[in-house]
């Protein structure tokens, strides 16, 4: 044998060994990942792994998917593809053939939400209400009293407003004059919290619910105030703070502290820098927030909703992280996730309050005015 022959019968041999260790290394790994998947599924399917969380899980490795967390990205992915047939059979909404989903009836489906614009700003009626109608959702407007007398273009005047019960929203008081309560007398209370009511009534709105109508504290003040809760509890049923995200049903709860939300502070600005999120992170922050009710609502029951509250939906620029502005394209890619993902939309008027055992339920007609 010729030294070329040698030398080329070594690069052959050792070309030859080379793929093969390759090859094995890669079989092994392929097995490896096999068996970690097939365990994962058979865990899943075993009831091991809890059904509802498993669309939190996914929707929350989805986000750090997105924002290519290399450390841990391996490990997600396994997950994921795990989870990936269940989530998206629970998530996929066939049944959708017309735009009025709000009052479908799948007895399975347990994801809710409950809608809510605060103040009566213009945005409301020119972004908002078509999104909704597109999506065929119901919400609850909470009304400033003056700033719907007030005939300024940035807020809607009752002709508007009447136009919003019409057409099937829910419409509530949101004080006279927007004061902060934990401010005022005994009498300039009875005024803002007792009137706003009245003006409402003299709008010929909620004209025939004597004492089922409802109350939203003026910057989420006064939840707390014994003095501002009883002069609520003259008036109205039932009464909404702010900074509570989901409202627990069928337990005891305070009547006058119901759950919201405000989306635009707790989704669209960094909690620490104070600097505004861009789209997609609100996006997807705004999904994490409406799925944290999972795993509370399990075998076709609703033990929890979101209530979600909007301010000014507007596509001016906002300087102000203070200020709740929400982008019209926003609003609309977050009625749409809600809408194919078949949440089923109540409003405020469907949270009950249970003298008996002093619990909140829903009643059951999503969307409808009560
Ligand atoms: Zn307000």
Known sequence: MSKINIVLYNLIHLNFLNISYLTFTFLLSLSIALLVTTLLLSLDHNGITADNADNANAVKH???????????????KIILESNLPHSSSSSSSPDIS???????????????????????????????????DKFGL??????VCNYANSSKDSYMNWQEITQLQNDGMDIESHSMNHKDLTTLSIADLDYEIGQSKQCLLNQGINENISKGSIFAYPGHQGANDPTIVNTVAKY?????????PLQFLNVPSNRYALAGI????ETQIDKNTKSFNDFQTSLDKFINLVNSQNKYNKNGQINTIPV???????????NDPGVSVTNPDLFDAEMKYLHDNDFKIFTMTNLKYNESNGSIYLDNIPGSIA
Do not use: C, W
């Not at 109205?236 to 509570?244: E, L, M, Q």
């Open 308 to 318: 979600i509250v909007y301010h000014k939906i507007d596509y001016k620029s906002n």
């Open 98 to 132: 017309d735009s009025n989903f709000a009052i479908s009836n799948n007895s399975n489906n347990t994801k809710a939400a409950i809608i809510n614009f605060d103040d009566g700003s213009m945005g409301q009626y020119t972004y908002a209400k078509p999104i909704l």
């Open 62 to 76: 989805h986000n750090h998917n997105h924002e290519q967390d290399s450390k841990s990205h391996t490990e997600h």
């Open 236 to 244: 109205y049923n039932t009464a909404r703070s702010g900074d509570i």
């Open 262 to 265: 405000n989306v635009a502070l």
């Open 138 to 143: 119901k919400a609850t407007f909470f009304i």
